[in-house]
């Protein structure tokens, strides 16, 4: 099992044809993920090689999803032009869409949440690292070969952490990873995925990496005491952060004690959250708390 994201997943590239694009395709496609096409109106009717694999070129998402089924929608376009990127294919009907741009604005990113999200279009992202399922399908920038099929479900806003928690709990593994990203507006919440681990019966644990600035983990944390039974272990970005000092997230904006890192670890510890206070840490909780649970 997983979430969002399997082996049945049939997913577009807007922006294949940039040179991120090219090369964040032929890496997804590794790691056997079902790139069934790429958009890009000026380009619509060719194909492009990779490897044993001609991936078409089509117009736009719309013609993408009727010729091929697509479900998924992993969007490397700039950020100038992501609103409308994600607006098209909210408008065709896609089911998910992986905004992995950075510096978009933020007012962009309101409108084309809000937007999708009237759709029925699930956004993760922006300014992310997309979401993997070991062993299935990986849309976005997530390396895939530092981690395999596992019981642990790990959702993030940071994709740097997020790729050192795969490879130190490589050896566990896991059933998805999905970085939200750090941006003051995003479209998947940590509650959102805290909700879909609830209910994926082969995520036995979930880690959950947070970062400095705004409200997110403690809301979070409210979540979990109300709604979530399995064990929880957590990692806050920033306890070294100094004080009066602007981070590099856009979403990392700290006031007085709110939004710093003692208070979000204070926050999870108080609803039974084990909270690592370094990536390593974090990493032996989990699995001391597997062992556990047996």
């Known amino acids: 099992m997983a979430i969002y994201l399997t082996k049945e997943s049939k997913v577009l590239v807007q922006g294949m044809t940039g040179g991120e694009g090219m090369k964040h395709t032929r890496r997804m496609l590794a790691a056997g993920t079902d790139v069934v096409g790429g958009v890009n109106p000026r380009k619509a009717g060719r194909s492009v090689d990779f ?4 991936v078409p070129v089509f117009g736009t998402v719309h ?20 609103k409308a990127a994600v607006t098209e294919a909210a408008d065709a009907g896609i089911a998910l869409a992986v905004v992995i741009t950075e510096g978009i604005p933020v007012h962009d990113s309101v409108a084309f949440t809000a937007y999708a999200r009237r759709r029925g279009t699930r956004i993760v992202g922006p300014n992310c690292p997309g979401l993997i399922t070991p062993g299935q399908a990986n849309a976005g920038i997530i390396p895939a070969d530092i981690t395999k099929p596992g019981r642990i479900g790990l959702v993030s806003k ?3 952490l997020t790729y050192q928690l795969m490879y130190e709990l490589r050896d566990i593994g896991f059933s998805t990873c999905v970085g939200i990203g750090g941006d003051p507006v995003v479209g998947t919440t940590h509650i959102d995925c805290l909700a879909a681990f609830q209910d994926d019966p082969d995520t036995e644990l979930i880690v ?14 409210a979540y979990i ?14 306890f070294t952060a100094p004080e009066g000092k602007t981070m590099g997230h856009a979403g990392a904006i700290v006031s007085g004690s709110s939004g710093t890192a003692s208070a979000k670890k204070d926050a999870l510890e108080a609803v039974g959250v084990r909270v690592g206070n370094t990536p390593t840490e974090t990493a032996r909780l989990v699995v001391a708390a597997l062992e556990h649970t047996g």
Request: charged content about 25%; overall charge negative; aromatic content about 6%.
């Open 208 to 221: 959950l990496i947070g970062e400095i600035g705004g409200d997110a983990e403690e809301r979070a944390a």
């Open 63 to 82: 013609d993408g999803m009727e010729a091929t089924g697509a479900d998924v929608t992993v969007v490397f376009v700039p950020p100038a032009f992501a």
């Open 225 to 238: 005491r109300e709604h979530v039974t399995k064990p929880v272990v957590g990692y806050i970005a920033g």
């Open 158 to 160: 940071s994709g740097t």
């Open 51 to 54: 490897d044993d694999r001609a």
